[in-house]
């Protein structure tokens, strides 16, 4: 099956600064990559998504960037807020199905 | 517009029993995916179905199931329930063409004793 990593399991962060959270793919056939925000007790949100065609693509306070080379994307939230704390994952797809990374957790410090 | 609706939010049900989960797409999309969701697996793919039919499926055992009915709805039912089947249940809608824009509804946690 298909491998899709995050390079850590927690992050932490003061707010106002900048967050980036890491992901790792394994399948270079992925065409199309989406970030979720997932918060406690309600289903994956929606964030930002890129397609391998693409190398990065900005939405409000979101930057999703892709290397294909290393096969790696990341998510770059900027002036981080409270309401940012949550599980974030990646989920790429060949074009049958989406494979999700097991995710992120972000804690935004007062 | 209303989002994706899942029902029942909590269910709790004991081994050997069978479960089936609801879920409503968002008016006028036509797929819908569902996921299991655990702690350690993180999400996982169980199956997809477009206009009724499945077009998707996950690594899963037969005793996973699912259907959409015509207006979209669809639900999915395990049958012989296992401890390790408590997990949160997701299902995603998406647009006939925007496919990949999937929207989550909240899920349905289903623990099994």
């Known amino acids: 099956g298909e491998s899709v990593g995050l390079h850590l399991p927690t992050l932490s962060v003061q707010e106002g600064d900048n967050s980036i959270i890491n992901c790792a793919y394994s399948n270079s056939a992925s065409d199309y990559f989406i970030w979720y925000k997932q918060e406690s007790g309600k289903g994956p949100q929606f964030i930002i998504d890129?397609?391998?065609?693409?190398d990065k693509r900005q939405g409000q306070r979101v930057t999703v960037l892709l290397n294909k080379t290393v096969k790696h994307l990341s998510l770059q939230i900027a002036a981080t807020q409270p309401g940012d704390s949550a599980v974030y994952f990646c989920?790429?797809?060949?074009?049958?199905?989406?494979?999700f990374g097991t995710g992120t957790s972000l804690t935004v410090i007062p | 517009k209303a989002g994706v609706t899942q029902t029942p939010r909590y269910l709790i049900k004991t081994r050997g029993q069978q479960v089936t989960l609801s879920c409503s797409p968002i008016?006028?999309?036509?797929?819908v995916s569902w996921y299991q969701q655990t702690p350690g697996q993180g999400l996982q793919f169980l199956f997809e179905y477009f206009s009724e039919t499945q077009r998707n499926k996950g690594n899963f055992p037969g005793r996973f199931s699912g259907r959409q009915f015509s207006n979209s709805r669809s639900e999915m039912n395990v049958s012989t329930l296992e401890l390790g089947d408590s997990a949160l249940y997701l299902c995603?809608?998406?647009?006939?063409?925007?496919?990949?824009?999937?929207?989550f509804g909240p899920g349905t946690r289903l623990t099994v004793t």
């Open positions: 989920a790429e797809n060949t074009g049958n199905q989406f494979y």
């Open positions: 008016s006028g999309h036509r797929s």
């Open positions: 995603a809608s998406s647009y006939t063409n925007k496919e990949y824009e999937q929207y």
């Open positions: 890129i397609r391998s065609n693409m």
